[in-house]
T-cell receptor, first 110, second 114 residues
Framework: AQRVTQPEKLLSVFKGAPVELKCNYS??????LFWYVQYSRQRLQLLLR??SRESIKGFTADLNKGETSFHLKKPFAQEEDSAMYYC????????????FGQGTELSVKP | EAQVTQNPRYLITVTGKKLTVTCSQN?????MSWYRQDPGLGLRQIYY???????DKGDVPEGYKVSRKEKRNFPLILESPSPNQTSLYFC?????????????FGPGTRLTVL
């Protein structure tokens, strides 16, 4: 069965420190992976997707098929990065289901 | 403004009283989906629709119904709500299916079933 696991409920760091939000998945086929973010009092929104290989707001994520991981990283955290982060998986070219992890709350302290 | 709207935003009801949560998008998206968000469980997909008159179950469809008679609307129906359906519900839409495409989320509907 497909599953997405975010092992940390809460991650607290100081401003300027590196951040890594962990995401592990289980899926035997070719996954499409995403990171979504929900800032306080805002809608859930896409942060980045692995297929785009982009950096958004300083965040990057690399798909590691060997370790079945898609960790989200940022070298220097900012206070405005404080939010709820969700990792999500979809099956390649099969458009229906989207599976989310449990979410990690990132708190960046001044 | 391109967006997904949900109504109502807050609802308190009693067990067994049928209710409908509406979802509408103005982006001509083909794909629409419903999720529930519960503490410690993240978002779980209830139903999705790839296009008009095409719907399918997500991971937690029990106790819910949906319909897709028009492209822009995707209502969520609880025929006989129970307390375990107390949750925060999100509707989302995208241009195509869930793979590749960015999901646009509604503001959420907080439902309490007494």
């Amino acid at each position: 069965a497909q599953r997405v696991t975010q092992p940390e409920k809460l991650l607290s760091v100081f401003k300027g420190a590196p951040v890594e939000l962990k995401c592990n998945y289980s899926y035997s086929g070719s996954p499409e992976l995403f990171w979504y973010v929900q800032y306080s009092r805002q809608r859930l929104q896409l942060l980045l997707r692995h297929i785009s290989r982009e950096s958004i707001k300083g965040f990057t994520a690399d798909l590691n098929k060997g370790e079945t991981s898609f960790h989200l990283k940022k070298p220097f955290a900012q206070e405005e990065d404080s939010a709820m982060y969700y990792c999500a998986l979809s099956r390649y070219n099969q458009g229906g289901k989207l599976i989310f992890g449990q979410g990690t709350e990132l708190s960046v302290k001044p | 403004e391109a967006q997904v709207t949900q109504n109502p935003r807050y609802l308190i009801t009693v067990t067994g009283k049928k209710l409908t949560v509406t979802c509408s998008q103005n982006m001509n998206h083909e794909y629409m989906s419903w999720y529930r968000q519960d503490p410690g469980l993240g978002l779980r997909q209830i139903y999705y629709s790839m296009n008009v008159e095409v719907t399918d179950k997500g991971d937690v469809p029990e106790g819910y119904k949906v319909s897709r008679k028009e492209k822009r609307n995707f209502p969520l129906i609880l025929e006989s709500p129970s307390p375990n359906q107390t949750s925060l519900y999100f509707c989302a839409s995208s241009l195509g299916g869930a793979s590749y495409n960015e999901q646009f989320f509604g503001p959420g509907t907080r439902l309490t079933v007494l």
